[in-house]
């Protein structure tokens, strides 16, 4: 070989083999165990995806929903708290238990900390996120069906005692008898009167008028109740007042008396308050106001900044109330004077008494009926509200998800390269 000439030999091992020749043994080797290979790399996707699936099945999520006016201000259909934690009260999860055949196997604590509640949203939440981790359930019965079973069971604890009060529906006609004839007038006048106030905070809640229940509606049946209160109950009050008819006359004195002592005291009460406002409006001085800036617009609908006094304004207000406080309680006093004075001349005139009582029951059958045609609207209409006041649903994995084929993927992948490394070092043992 010529000097300074710069020709390289390729390196060789002790075994005389080349990197390239080395490569190509391995990948002999891998060939020849192909089949072993692919068997082993799908034995273990099968297992991973398998346990994948299994563990997936042992917890579920659901996602509740409230979307009733009265949530946004963390407040029940019926204006009462909202409080989450009922979802999880002995009284849910004792029913879910039952239902769910569990009894004896899985306690109220046990269920209990398997549940999770997570509000979505810093400020009042009106969705939630429940979590059941079931890892400790029998076999039987999987962490989906047992969460919807749960949700299912608190919707219908939820609707039935936090929905809205239909209190003004409920009227007991046993006392009846107990009754005076003028405290008869009275109570079902305010009865009434809180009927037509929750037909109407219906008509306002619903934003609709018809119903499948004979066309009837919230307005229309508000009409009726005030036209049956003008005639049959206006009616009644007039007859037994104009003919001082009294169940047990001394008695109902000894009651009106009393009534009229506290209601001549809270217009003293009143009196003195409203004194005391007007007194200081009189003696305050301008220059102690508070001042407020208040956008509103003008005639041409410009916007201008108007000045506003917070002091004065919120005096002026309370001596307006303790005002109309006086003048409702003075016109209270009268009546109870004009029926302390018929009860001194109580007639007792049977036929009279008997036109009375008649007129009783002529009320309380029309009443009745008016309620039962209001019930009917209601529950048509809450079968709308429910469905869509308070609703949930139960997170669903797709197949790829649930199975979790990447990770049994990755597991395949993870055996391969055993295999690779494995044969290698059998190539390498075998060389040496």
């Given at each position: 070989m010529a000097e300074g000439s710069d020709i390289r030999i390729p390196r060789r091992r002790r075994d005389g083999a080349s990197p390239e020749e080395r490569l190509l043994r391995l990948a002999t080797s891998l060939w020849h165990s192909k089949l072993l290979i692919l068997f082993l790399m799908a034995v273990t996707a099968v297992c991973f995806c398998w346990h994948s699936a299994k563990e997936n099945?042992?917890?579920?999520?659901?996602?509740?929903?409230?979307?009733?006016?009265?949530?946004?201000?963390?407040?029940?259909?019926?204006?009462?708290?909202?409080?989450?934690?009922?979802?999880?009260?002995?009284?849910?999860?004792?029913?879910?238990?039952?239902?769910?055949?569990?009894?004896?196997?899985?306690?109220?604590?046990?269920?209990?900390?398997?549940?999770?509640?997570?509000?979505?949203?810093?400020?009042?939440?009106?969705?939630?996120?429940?979590?059941?981790?079931?890892?400790d359930l029998p076999s039987r019965i999987s962490a989906r069906s047992l969460l919807d079973l749960l949700m299912e069971t608190y919707k219908q604890y939820f609707l039935q005692n936090y929905g809205a009060n239909d209190s003004a529906l409920d009227i007991d006609w046993s006392e009846v008898e107990n009754w005076e004839y003028l405290e008869f007038a009275n109570i079902m006048d305010v009865k009434v009167n809180n009927l037509i106030t929750y037909l109407n905070g219906l008509r306002t809640e619903s934003g609709m008028s018809q119903y499948r229940i004979s066309g009837e509606s919230f307005r229309s049946l508000s009409e009726s109740?005030?036209?049956?209160?003008?005639?049959?109950?206006?009616?009644?009050?007039?007859?037994?007042?104009?003919?001082?008819?009294?169940?047990?006359?001394?008695?109902?004195?000894s009651k009106l008396?009393?009534?009229?002592?506290?209601?001549?005291?809270?217009?003293?009460?009143?009196?003195?308050?409203?004194?005391?406002?007007?007194?200081?409006?009189?003696?305050?001085?301008?220059?102690?106001?508070?001042?407020?800036?208040?956008?509103?617009?003008?005639?041409?609908?410009?916007?201008?900044?108007?000045?506003?006094?917070?002091?004065?304004?919120?005096?002026?207000?309370?001596?307006?109330?303790?005002?109309?406080?006086l003048e409702t309680s003075a016109k209270t006093l009268k009546t109870f004077d004009r029926d302390i004075d018929n009860t001194f001349a109580a007639a007792n005139e049977q036929a009279k008494r008997d036109t009375a009582e008649s007129m009783i029951r002529e009320i309380e059958q029309h009443l009745d009926s008016l309620i039962s045609r209001v019930r009917l609207v209601e529950r048509d209409y809450e079968a709308y509200r429910s469905k869509n006041s308070i609703y949930y649903v139960i997170g669903t994995p797709g197949i790829l998800s649930g199975y979790n084929v990447k990770g049994g993927a990755a597991a395949a992948i993870a055996v391969f390269l055993i295999c690779v490394l494995y044969c290698a070092i059998q190539t390498y043992a075998k060389r040496e």
């Open positions: 099945q042992k917890s579920a999520t659901a996602t509740l929903m409230l979307r009733y006016e009265q949530a946004y201000e963390g407040l029940n259909p019926n204006g009462t708290r909202f409080n989450i934690y009922d979802l999880m009260s002995d009284q849910v999860l004792g029913e879910v238990i039952q239902r769910a055949g569990l009894k004896g196997r899985v306690s109220q604590n046990q269920l209990l900390n398997m549940l999770e509640v997570r509000a979505s949203g810093s400020q009042i939440a009106t969705e939630y996120s429940v979590i059941l981790r079931g890892e109740i005030a036209n049956f209160r003008d005639i049959y109950l206006n009616k009644y009050t007039s007859f037994v007042t104009i003919n001082r008819l009294f169940r047990n006359p001394d008695s109902f004195r008396e009393y009534r009229r002592f506290l209601t001549q005291q809270s217009i003293s009460s009143s009196r003195d308050y409203f004194q005391i406002y007007q007194d200081a409006l009189t003696m305050y001085d301008a220059s102690m106001i508070t001042f407020v800036m208040v956008p509103m617009y003008d005639s041409a609908q410009g916007l201008y900044m108007a000045r506003t006094s917070i002091g004065m304004d919120s005096l002026t207000e309370r001596s307006k109330g303790y005002a109309e406080n």
